[in-house]
């Protein structure tokens, strides 16, 4: 069956979606990111921080996957499925059987965990086993924080559920609880005595408390709703085996980025303070990145599934074509702004308190490697989508570990020559391989080929995004007396600001000027 142009979504539809979900999700970052400059000024970038952001590594990662569909992928498709041929009141029966499934999942694998936390921090971190002081904190504050993985992972179901029913605004906002909390924590231990060893222990209990904050946010509203699971005893059902299968390489694909920044971080670790110094910096690549993955995995993925229970697969294409677009609007400009202003990014949001300007120097360099690879990270989440709404996992996880391999090997390489700049780098080129990989896979299945008019429209993106990174850097020259770390925070603060609206004006000028108001329209 195939469709009219009238009967396809309007182009609007995945962009108002995706800004209802990139909005939920640019919250929970900005506010991940007030919380790391907080953590930066009270701890610096010495043992305790290092201790602490392994700790945290655990549930962030896992916060981070769920949150860009790793979740949505292994259940959303099979729900669709389930509703379709047997009905919604078979549909909340799978529902409940699967939360009830997960969570005896969770429960064993959160057990497990809190025994084996000293091999998991070893894992993370190898350079540790030499620092004994290290390493007991870490085991001590990981066993709080991986309260929060039970109670993120259930969240992220029950999300997933919403976002089936087409309830985005309660799955897109409750991610940002847990960060809110640690924000008003951290806040207050700035203003107490506490510090060191006893400020961390603080903030890992804030991790538990917010993650049965974000719990209570999505179970509410899906209680009071239709779709409200029927929750039963698992069972051996087609539906449920088929969500299980589909979960690990949904995992491994959402999570891809993931590991490679854990496999940079676990080459860093024998580094003086350089796993924070990446830590920094990849808190600043995931910014813009969390926009681009949870539309992705939460808007996209549910559009391409509908479109494949209606039988429109001929509008998967124009639609790839606009998610890919509309990714890169965003990816390419932030990766351009990261580049060109990462030292004055990192030292206006990082250098005070225990954080020394050779710290900020450190983290721009991991944020000028990693910039490289944004772009690549933003198309490698979209063109994994098509393979999760049909249930064919392994594309993506192919795409996965192949840029697991890839950073591993030119982390080894760049390591000693280049320090984190090179581990960042080597990250960037894992995201490119998984983008080529799963490109060539969607081409393969004939399911996606770009035309000549796509590929004027990123042109122009690009060209823009080239501009605007050579005005910005005019204008850094220019403003080389605002920006010394000599000038006030605030003076430094209203330059920053200044060079990254002037650009992004630039930026969206040269777009207009290139036609980008009627792009929307349909071809002729």
Known sequence: MTTTAAERPPAATIARDSAVVGAGAGASRILGFVRDVLIAALLGAGPAADALLVALRV???????????????????????????????????????????????VAVAFAFAELL?????????GGFGNDPERLNLSVHLLRWTLALVPATVLSALLAALLAAEGRLRWAA??????????????????????????????????????????????????????????????????????????AV??????????F????????????????????????????PLGFVAAGAGVVLLNEVVRLGRAGHTDAVGPLMDQAILLALLLALPAAAGLAVLSLPISSVL?????????????VAAAIAGLSLGLPAAA????????????????????????????????????????????????????????????????RTADWWRPGARFARHCTAVAFAAGAMAAVVVLAR?????????????????????????????????????CGARNWRKPQA
Do not use: K
């Open 59 to 105: 549930p962030n990662l896992l916060r981070r996957v769920v949150g860009e569909g790793a979740v949505n992928g292994a259940f959303t498709p099979v729900y669709a499925r389930v509703a379709a041929e047997t009905g919604h009141e078979s549909a909340r029966r799978f529902a409940g059987e699967s939360i009830v499934a997960l969570s005896l999942a």
């Open 117 to 125: 936390a000293p091999w998991i921090v070893l894992a993370l971190a």
């Open 173 to 246: 906002l409750a991610p940002a609880a847990i960060n809110g909390i640690l924000v008003v924590t951290l806040f207050g231990l700035a203003q107490s005595p506490v510090s060191g060893a006893q400020a961390t222990f603080a903030v890992a209990a804030a991790v538990s408390l917010a993650g049965a904050v974000q719990l209570a946010f999505v179970s509410i509203p899906l209680l009071r709703g239709s779709a409200r699971p029927i929750l039963s005893w698992p069972t051996r059902s087609p539906a449920l085996r088929q969500a299980i299968a589909l």
């Open 249 to 258: 390489p949904g995992l491994a694909t959402a999570a891809s980025a993931q």
């Open 260 to 287: 490679s920044i854990l496999a940079a971080m676990y080459l860093a670790s024998d580094q003086p303070a350089a796993l924070a110094h990446l830590h920094y910096a990849d808190r600043l690549f995931q910014l």
């Open 350 to 362: 990082f250098e005070r308190g225990a954080f020394s300007g050779a710290d900020a120097a450190a």
């Open 379 to 442: 198309i490698a989440r979209v063109l994994a989508q098509p393979f999760l709404a049909v249930e064919r996992s392994r594309p993506p996880l192919l795409g996965a570990l192949a840029a697991l391999a890839a950073t591993i090997l030119v982390g080894l390489a760049l390591r000693a020559p280049y320090g984190v700049a090179g581990l960042g780098a080597a990250v960037s080129v894992g995201a490119w391989v998984d983008a080529l990989v799963l490109a060539w896979a969607l």
């Open 477 to 513: 020259a220019a403003a080389g007396p605002w920006l010394d770390i000599a000038a006030p925070i605030w003076t430094r603060g209203v330059a920053l600001a200044a060079m990254c609206g002037g650009g992004a004006l630039v930026y969206a000028a040269i777009l207009l000027a």
